[in-house]
């Protein structure tokens, strides 16, 4: 099952955590500095490493050649959050290596030759962490990293020499947004030395009031002590959210049934949808699941449907290139079947 269609910890704000960790090997330029038969060189020796290890038999990762795929499928990894939007622009030598659970993706010769990403359903920093320096050491054991004494992992970005991580966690903050506090929110955490971004990352925007925020600083400091500051900002985060909603809800608890039922009416019925529309009206029902009065659905149910809703995956779900309109009354259909195969009695 992928990671994605659980429900972690601490779910009903904190959706899922990664770890990300960048990486370059020793003797050769950063990506974009490479000729092209360099960066192949560097791509293949990476991808002989990791497709070495194998659980029950079969190849841990599977290996994807960015210029080999569609256009489309490219754009559904973004969305699902598996390579980044610039990965996805292709290019001689560019890749990655995917688990099966789609937990672990390896983006190659992106910003830098390899970064290591963990995803994990809810909050589970740690966890993310764990599996992210397990699949760092496979690599680093075979392959010489570029590595100061003085300033710690080398990388194509100043902001990441160090320890080369970056944590982050896609938080569901409606009562936040509601309440019109997120700006005064984003400026206080800017200012501490975090960054709060959109729902697909760096200039998206917050598509169904989910937000990504991660740290900032990689020098200077330790991984624990990273993961331990940026913990702290998400437990600080995450309480507000939920005394914000609990006051919301006790202020006016007939608005805020109003608000989730009617957004559930019109994912149960509609007939066209956006996929913006449609991440609004996710947001609210998932407020109502949190909030304990929508009994028919779950949060993993909740994740299946953001997961189909994007526009390649709806591309890829019919099998053929779609107008616009076309694309809205498809996925309209594909809400209405989740829900329905999903609902409890």
Not at 265 to 279: D, F, H, I, V, W
Request: a negative charge.
């Amino acid at each position: 099952m992928s990671w994605y269609l659980t429900a972690g910890k601490d779910w009903d704000v904190v959706l899922s955590s990664r770890v990300r960790l960048a990486r370059d090997i020793e003797g050769y330029e950063f990506p974009h500095r490479m000729t092209s038969d360099k960066r192949m060189e560097v791509r293949d020796k990476i991808i002989d490493v990791l497709t070495s290890r194998t659980i029950d038999g079969k190849k841990e990762y599977v290996t994807l050649i960015m210029d080999l795929l569609p256009e489309e499928d490219r754009r559904a990894l973004v969305e699902k959050h598996l390579i980044s939007d610039d990965l996805a622009k292709g290019g001689p030598g560019r890749g990655a290596c995917i688990s099966r659970d789609e937990s672990v993706s390896i983006l190659l010769n992106e910003e830098d030759h390899i970064r290591i990403q963990v995803m994990e359903a809810g909050y589970a920093l740690d966890t993310a962490y764990r599996k992210a320096e397990d699949v760092a050491m496979l690599i680093e054991n075979r392959l010489p990293t570029a590595y100061s004494e003085q300033y710690g992992f080398l990388t194509a970005c100043p902001t990441n020499t160090g320890t080369g991580m970056r944590a982050s966690v896609m938080m569901h903050l409606p009562a936040l947004t509601a309440l019109g506090k997120m700006q005064t929110l984003i400026e206080g955490l800017t200012q501490a030395g975090f960054a709060v971004r959109g729902y697909l990352g760096e200039h998206s925007q917050a598509n169904g009031n989910l937000y990504q925020l991660s740290n900032q600083i990689t020098l200077g400091l330790t991984e624990s002590q990273i993961l331990d500051g940026f913990k702290q900002m998400v437990d600080e985060v995450l309480e507000l959210e939920r005394k914000y909603r609990t006051e919301m809800y006790e202020d006016n608890p007939e608005r805020i049934q109003d608000r989730v039922y009617r957004s559930y009416g019109e994912l149960l019925y509609a007939r066209m949808m956006s996929e913006g529309e449609a991440m609004k009206r996710i947001s609210d029902l998932r407020l109502g699941v949190s909030l304990g009065f929508i009994k028919t659905h779950e949060e993993a149910d909740l994740a299946k449907l953001v997961s189909h809703v994007g526009s390649a995956a709806v591309q890829k779900d019919s099998g053929e290139v779609l107008t616009v309109t076309k694309q809205e009354i498809r996925r309209a259909e594909i809400i209405r079947n989740i829900l329905a195969q999903t609902k409890k009695v």
